[in-house]
């Protein structure tokens, strides 16, 4: 990878949306919730880390659109994929965090390739000459097609599955490692048709959220997606067979929005490689990459 991929990922973002002061680069558009996470038996036996033993563990959560325009429709294809991002407060002090999206599998293998596949965007308006660039640089990775295919619609934030996509390693107190992808499921999937989203508005799933949350808890369960020795650990772009063993990690129980959201989510900084003692990365390049363009996204958006 080159040096400065987590820089040029950023500057690639910005020439497709704009820069837009004070909001993030990439999932621009978001909503702040808040609850618990309980880990569950086969969390603890999978994994050391505290956030598994069982207590119950305070969540700060991000739901986002995809993209960096501050005020895409919720319901426009842009939109998708929709985030889910997580920090889970552990009793110490510390924190982890797990940065996930509706995507099935990740549209291209590396960094450079998604500063690439930004930069054919950017050089692609209405109007370029046919091949374009980004219509070349499909042609030429063969899961840009077929990974945004995956993603859909919700009716909710709380009927959405979201995928961890990046491989981490679990490690547990007998110093077993295992190498999982994360699932997080909720108690049930709902899409919606284009025009079903358009006719609810702009904001209807940051409206809706709290309005639920008004009515009771949403719930969703962590699992991990169990590979063998032969998947393929360093490329998010390679989905592992659906007949690998999921086991659940434990249940996130969300109770409240917050009343600050706007606010709440320019200081809030999640790290996909913000991990604690019993979660490794594994041989993924990625998210080490991931969490310096975070990084230079949220010191520019703090200016
Ligand atoms: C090389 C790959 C990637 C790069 C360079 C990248 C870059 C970024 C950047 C710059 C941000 C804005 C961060 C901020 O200002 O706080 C962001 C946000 C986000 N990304 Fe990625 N991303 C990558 C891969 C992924 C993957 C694989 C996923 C899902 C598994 C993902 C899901 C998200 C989500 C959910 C957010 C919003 C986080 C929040 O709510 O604070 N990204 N990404």
Not at 34 to 40: D, H, I, L, N
Not at 86 to 114: Q, R, Y
Not at 234 to 245: A, G, H, L
């Amino acid at each position: 990878e080159d040096q400065n991929v987590e820089v040029q990922v950023v500057d690639a973002m910005d020439k497709v949306f704009g820069a837009h002061p004070g909001f993030r680069a990439f999932h621009a558009k978001g909503i702040v919730v808040e609850g618990t996470f309980v880990g569950s038996p086969q969390g603890a036996a999978l994994s050391q880390a505290k956030v598994f033993d069982g207590t119950s563990i305070p969540v700060t959560i991000r739901f986002s659109n995809n993209g960096g325009l501050p005020t895409v429709p919720d319901g426009s294809a842009d939109a998708n994929p929709h985030g889910m991002a997580i920090k889970f407060h552990l009793p110490d002090g510390s924190e982890t965090d797990m940065v996930t999206n509706s995507l099935k599998f990740f549209p291209v293998s590396t960094a450079s390739d998604l500063r690439d596949l930004f930069e054919a965007i950017a050089a692609s308006p209405e109007g370029a000459p046919k091949p374009t660039k980004f219509e070349q640089f499909v042609a030429a990775h063969p899961k840009v097609g077929p990974a945004f295919a995956t993603a859909a619609t919700p009716s909710s934030f709380a009927a959405e599955e979201y995928h961890g996509l990046n491989a981490f390693v679990l490690v547990n107190s007998r110093g077993e490692r295992q190498a999982v992808r994360y699932l997080i499921v909720p108690e049930r999937v709902a899409h919606i048709e284009a025009s079903a989203a358009a006719a609810r508005g702009p904001n209807y799933l940051m409206d809706e959220i709290p309005d639920r949350l008004a009515r009771g808890p949403v719930i969703f369960h962590l699992k991990a997606q169990i590979s063998e020795p032969s998947d393929i650990t360093n490329d998010p772009s390679q989905p592992w067979p659906e007949t690998r063993k999921v086991e659940e990690l434990g249940v996130i129980t969300i109770t409240n929005s917050v009343s600050n959201s706007a606010e709440a989510q320019k200081e809030l900084l999640y790290l996909p490689g913000r991990i604690i003692e019993g979660i490794e990365l594994s041989d993924d390049p990625m998210v080490s990459i991931r969490d310096g363009a975070y990084a230079v996204s949220f010191s520019r958006r703090s200016q």
